[in-house]
């Protein structure tokens, strides 16, 4: 199952693009501007071909990790979702919060279901078409790394280009087809750039406040249905910058930068909240 989702069209194209920024990055540009026989030219094909590997790895587990399924036997904590709630119907509506209509099972706190994957995801992010699987509790911290290598290896060869591309005696080669390549391989590398670096920035946000990407928009109605009532709404599971970082990432920051570092994670049924922190 797990090498199954390697094989689609997404996935291939992803390969299929690494393998080209890489070749181009050490090949052409690198190898113009410093030659990969000097010993600036083989650090920057070192730094770069580092970046890389961790990248495929990241982009691997992501891919292949389980995002993280509910146990058969879960049974909500009805008692504590009520709020200390003791009579009969109102710990029977909290039953029903955390039921799932299409999989008729309980769901834990910020678990949802998978319309592509069809079953419940524990701490859903969203469904991603490029890793061809769930971002949730399991795999998210890979995803989040594959998207912090991506970017800086997307910035990386951006930077390489334009080094290249001043170092270049273009009155002596400055033919119109090599101008175009660098112009389309600088307008790429750019574009991905800013598309990775947009969405990089996107889950910091997100790891800053302990927040999934559905939960956010899910905050944005909680905040307008409560801002109606003349209230204030906070995150729940947001404990604090440190604290939510440490979550996702881990409390041991050497380890923050590898994605198969997960012995923190808990069993993704329950979480830290405002409440049990304060």
Not at 46 to 71: E, R, W
Not at 82 to 111: I, M, T, V
Request: net charge positive.
């Amino acid at each position: 199952m797990k090498c199954q989702r390697f094989l689609s069209v997404p996935i291939i194209a992803v390969f299929l693009l690494l393998g080209f920024v890489y070749y181009i990055t050490i090949f052409i540009f690198i190898k113009d501007w410093a030659g990969l026989q000097t010993s600036a030219g083989l650090l920057n094909a070192l730094i770069f071909t580092l970046l890389l590997c961790l990248c495929v790895f990241s982009f691997s587990v992501a891919v292949a990790a389980d995002p993280g399924h509910v146990p058969s036997a879960y049974v909500p904590d009805v008692e504590d979702d009520s709020g200390g709630a003791s009579s009969d119907q109102e710990l029977k509506k909290a039953a029903e919060r955390r039921q799932c209509d299409k999989c008729s099972a309980y769901k834990p706190p910020r678990a949802h279901h998978c319309k592509v994957c069809r079953r419940c995801v524990l701490r859903m992010d969203h469904h991603c078409l490029w890793i061809n699987n769930c971002v949730g509790h399991w795999n998210y911290k890979a995803f989040f790394l594959l998207v912090f290598y991506a970017t800086s290896g997307s910035i990386y060869s951006m930077v390489m280009i334009i080094t290249s591309a001043f170092h270049k005696n273009w009155d002596l080669d400055g033919r119109v087809p090599l101008k175009t390549f660098y112009v389309f391989c600088g307008t790429v590398m750019l574009a991905l750039s800013l598309i990775l670096g947009t969405l990089l920035g996107w889950h910091i946000y997100l790891i800053i406040h302990n927040m999934t990407t559905i939960e956010y928009h899910e905050g944005i109605r909680a905040a307008w249905l409560a801002k109606k009532s003349g209230l204030s709404y906070r995150h729940p599971f947001d404990v604090g910058v440190y604290k939510n970082i440490s979550l996702v990432l881990g409390s041991n920051m050497l380890t923050w930068l590898c994605p198969t570092a997960i012995s923190h994670l808990k069993d993704g049924t329950s979480f830290p909240t405002i409440r049990h922190t304060s």
